[in-house]
């Protein structure tokens, strides 16, 4: 991208398709290497300072570039085209909508799915063919399936392992729609739940609850996290709360901004972003809920509409 103009280097697997999916900007089939051709347009360009993107180029590649490009004062500009793409337009919004709708539809209909015998990677493959069929481009990233003790793994992976009476399941997924990401997360639990487990789900959803309240323009990041905590900390559970509240969500399914502790940054309209607070205890099972928020001027509308009510399976 110079000042006044931008150039996409493509090799010929992806001519075609960057023609019909990218505005405004010139699109160069390269045959003898991207970084060569980028070298030989900076020189054309007689361009001074020219930033590069320190925080995804690779030493390699940099030195490779700097190599062919000349002498070149050389700034790092890593999460400036993050920080573009942090403001959702109206057109993009509205594909995580639709990607949004699609993942809760998906819940609501294998919700009755998830009971004793089934097995986590049975459960997780439905979800994701359901949304396939349903017209996803695929899913979001691997979907989780976590039951019993294994639903205290943030990121567990889902296994063979069947669900169990009096299982905690935790179930995470996500649908891509034209390019954008949802991603939205519901906890089950199978069985009769004791009055520990009540208190555990209440908290953690009074936890969401005030996390999105506080999530409007001009906030900081970190207040958001600190929202969610505090409702956490009256049940001495903040020190089960192990990840970050929440993040940005859209081509990709972790984006800018960050909701974490202390972050300064400040939320603007047009943010999409997770709000995800949980707990993990181990020997016992996790408790996450999680939806994707869109930033507005009035009040934040939640783009993962699925139940939480009725929680509890028989």
């Excluded at 999105?212 to 900390?233: F, H, I, N, W, Y």
């Amino acid at each position: 991208m110079g000042p006044s103009e931008s150039v996409l280097w493509v090799d010929p697997r992806y001519t075609l398709q960057a023609k019909e999916q990218v505005e405004r900007v010139e699109v160069v089939e390269v045959k003898g290497g991207l970084l060569k051709e980028a070298a030989r347009w900076i020189r054309k360009k007689r361009l001074g300072p020219v930033g590069y993107d320190d925080a995804t180029l690779t030493c390699r590649d940099f030195e490779a570039l700097e190599k062919a490009a000349g002498s070149r004062r050389w700034v790092p500009a890593g999460g400036m085209v993050e920080e573009l793409r942090a403001v959702k337009s109206p057109l993009e919004v509205d594909w995580i909508r639709r990607a949004g709708k699609l993942t809760a539809e998906v819940f609501e209909e294998v919700r009755g799915l998830v009971r004793p015998g089934a097995r986590e990677c049975d459960l997780a493959a439905e979800i994701e063919y359901r949304m396939k069929r349903k017209g996803a481009d695929g899913a979001a990233f691997e979907t989780i399936v976590a039951s019993g003790e294994r639903s205290a793994w943030p990121h567990a992976k889902p296994t063979a392992k069947s669900l169990n009476e009096n299982d905690l399941v935790i179930i995470d997924l996500g649908a891509i729609l034209g390019g954008y990401a949802a991603d939205m997360t519901r906890t089950v639990y199978l069985g009769k739940p004791s009055a520990r487990i009540r208190m555990l789900y209440n908290q953690v959803r009074e936890a969401q609850e005030r996390a999105v309240k506080a999530a409007t323009p001009g906030q900081r990041a970190g207040e958001v996290d600190s929202q969610a905590r505090k409702v956490l900390d009256k049940k001495k559970l903040e020190r089960f709360f192990t990840h970050s509240t929440g993040h940005g969500v859209g081509l990709e399914i972790h984006e800018m901004p960050r909701l974490a502790r202390g972050d300064k940054s400040r939320l603007q309209k047009g943010h999409v972003i997770t709000i995800e607070p949980g707990v993990y205890l181990e020997g016992l099972g996790g408790v996450r809920i999680e939806d994707t928020i869109l930033v507005t001027e009035g009040k934040p509308e939640n783009l993962t509409p699925a139940t939480k009510d009725a929680w509890f399976a028989s």
